[in-house]
């Protein structure tokens, strides 16, 4: 752990070097960053991590800069390493870095390694001070999925409209290309979620479009969003244990709806995702028969959420999440609670100071839908979680 705090202390300086040289050229370079150390403990099952054991294996870091090398051009970038089990392992990427041209109100654009908006809280996800709770609802936040929806190499177009009495409109036009490797939290995910399936590789994904609509109605403090995302994508795997087969999933799509109300200290807001595809599974073989087919159907998740500013130092918010599985194979056994997972969640967040904040909750789980068996090999449908986070921001 040490050394990987270290890699990112010289990143930072190095970048720093080269910003002190762009100063000469261009405006003021904005610099901030967080760190972030947290703990996740479950009373029964594995959870995103080993937290039935407790883990803090849990972590984030980051650091961005930004400024403007003329009046209408912006460029930036951010160096981030999380840590989540398995998952990231405190490597530190670059995971956003873009020039971004503003024409006019109604029409700028970004272009190279842009974040994904996908609904309200996708491409804010990273700044842990933005947010009450811990974990973002599960439901269409799902902490495994983050590295394969949270950017694209690509263009994109954006823009702000009034329309008078009906108020304001916000868009996001995007495309572009993204990876998932075999090791990411989105492979790990797809294995968690279909048991038949194991040992992925050759993950190839095609061309990912975007759309993202946000609308600020005449009422103060209500905004209205919504999201379309869509790709192709295939991969090689074993199916049960030990046919080589090719997974085909084309025509997939993902949808959010989203509302909030701000009033005062008060905030309330609610999400319906849903996800739409095609997967076929043929056998690695001469003419690729197919040998299986996932359901064509969607399948509805959502939260509601609320939270509340009761002092300068202290916030608490609850959410209800329901999940439900992306697809389901035609053969699986009707477990009804491995195709859902229900969370009541309840949290508080303390601000010890403008620059650090620690944060507790806890979760009331009914469900089994991308959950991990615990230690001893046996799964629960009724079980807890807890989480403590400290983060410090500039």
Same mark, same amino acid.
């Given at each position: 752990?040490?050394? !990987?705090?270290?890699?990112?202390?010289?990143?930072?300086?190095?970048? =720093?070097?080269?910003?002190?040289?762009?100063?000469?050229?261009?405006?003021?370079?904005?610099?901030?960053?967080?760190?972030?150390?947290?703990?996740?403990?479950?009373?029964?099952?594995?959870?995103?991590?080993?937290?039935?054991?407790?883990?803090?294996?849990?972590?984030?870091?980051?650091?961005?800069?930004?400024?403007?090398?003329?009046?209408?051009?912006?460029?930036?970038?951010?160096?981030?390493?999380?840590?989540?089990?398995?998952?990231?392992?405190?490597?530190?990427?670059?995971?956003?870095?873009?020039?971004?041209?503003?024409?006019?109100?109604?029409?700028?654009?970004?272009?190279?390694?842009?974040?994904?908006?996908?609904?309200?809280?996708?491409?804010?996800?990273?700044?842990?001070?933005?947010?009450?709770?811990?974990?973002?609802?599960?439901?269409?936040?799902?902490?495994?999925?983050?590295?394969?929806?949270?950017?694209?190499?690509?263009?994109?177009?954006?823009?702000?409209?009034?329309?008078? %009495?009906?108020?304001?409109?916000?868009?996001?036009?995007?495309?572009?290309?993204?990876?998932?490797?075999?090791?990411?939290?989105?492979?790990?995910?797809?294995?968690?979620?279909? %048991?038949?399936?194991?040992?992925?590789?050759?993950?190839?994904?095609?061309?990912?479009?975007?759309?993202?609509?946000?609308?600020?109605?005449?009422?103060?403090?209500?905004?209205?969003?919504?999201?379309?995302?869509?790709?192709?994508?295939?991969?090689?795997?074993?199916?049960?244990?030990?046919?080589?087969?090719?997974?085909?999933?084309?025509?997939?799509?993902?949808?959010? !709806?989203?509302?909030?109300?701000?009033?005062?200290?008060?905030?309330?807001?609610?999400?319906?995702?849903?996800?739409?595809?095609?997967?076929?599974?043929?056998?690695?073989?001469?003419?690729?028969?197919?040998?299986?087919?996932?359901?064509?159907?969607?399948?509805?998740?959502?939260?509601?959420?609320?939270?509340?500013?009761?002092?300068?130092?202290?916030?608490?918010?609850?959410?209800?999440?329901?999940?439900?599985?992306?697809?389901?194979?035609?053969?699986?056994?009707?477990?009804?609670?491995?195709?859902?997972?229900?969370?009541?969640?309840?949290?508080?967040?303390?601000?010890?100071?403008?620059?650090?904040? !620690?944060? =507790?909750?806890?979760?009331?789980?009914?469900?089994?839908?991308?959950?991990?068996?615990?230690?001893?090999?046996?799964?629960?449908?009724?079980?807890?979680?807890?989480?403590?986070?400290?983060?410090?921001?500039?």
């Amino acid at each position: 752990m040490k050394k !990987v705090y270290l890699r990112l202390i010289i990143s930072s300086l190095i970048v =720093l070097n080269i910003g002190d040289v762009s100063l000469l050229m261009a405006g003021e370079v904005d610099i901030h960053g967080f760190i972030s150390q947290g703990y996740l403990k479950s009373d029964k099952n594995n959870y995103l991590a080993g937290t039935d054991d407790g883990t803090f294996q849990f972590n984030e870091m980051g650091i961005n800069f930004t400024t403007y090398a003329t009046k209408r051009l912006k460029i930036g970038c951010q160096f981030f390493a999380r840590d989540l089990g398995d998952v990231g392992n405190d490597e530190i990427v670059v995971n956003w870095a873009f020039a971004e041209y503003n024409l006019k109100n109604w029409l700028g654009f970004r272009s190279g390694l842009i974040k994904v908006p996908f609904g309200f809280y996708n491409d804010t996800r990273d700044y842990d001070s933005l947010r009450t709770e811990i974990l973002l609802p599960g439901s269409v936040y799902n902490e495994l999925f983050r590295d394969g929806g949270n950017n694209i190499k690509g263009i994109e177009f954006f823009g702000t409209q009034s329309m008078g %009495p009906m108020g304001m409109v916000k868009y996001q036009l995007l495309t572009g290309d993204t990876q998932i490797p075999e090791e990411s939290g989105t492979a790990s995910l797809v294995l968690l979620t279909n %048991p038949q399936i194991s040992a992925p590789s050759n993950i190839d994904v095609g061309r990912v479009y975007t759309a993202y609509f946000q609308w600020f109605p005449p009422i103060d403090g209500l905004r209205l969003a919504g999201t379309c995302y869509k790709l192709d994508y295939k991969f090689d795997a074993l199916f049960s244990g030990a046919l080589p087969v090719r997974v085909d999933t084309t025509s997939a799509k993902w949808y959010v !709806v989203s509302a909030e109300y701000t009033w005062n200290d008060l905030t309330l807001s609610a999400e319906n995702y849903i996800f739409d595809t095609d997967v076929a599974i043929h056998l690695l073989s001469d003419g690729m028969p197919k040998i299986a087919d996932m359901d064509k159907e969607s399948k509805e998740s959502y939260f509601l959420k609320l939270s509340y500013r009761l002092t300068d130092w202290l916030e608490a918010g609850y959410y209800y999440s329901r999940a439900t599985p992306h697809f389901s194979m035609e053969s699986e056994a009707t477990n009804k609670d491995a195709e859902k997972l229900e969370d009541n969640c309840l949290s508080f967040r303390f601000d010890i100071n403008p620059s650090w904040l !620690v944060k =507790l909750e806890a979760h009331l789980m009914n469900g089994e839908y991308g959950v991990g068996p615990d230690d001893d090999g046996r799964t629960y449908s009724e079980w807890m979680l807890f989480g403590a986070k400290m983060t410090f921001a500039f």
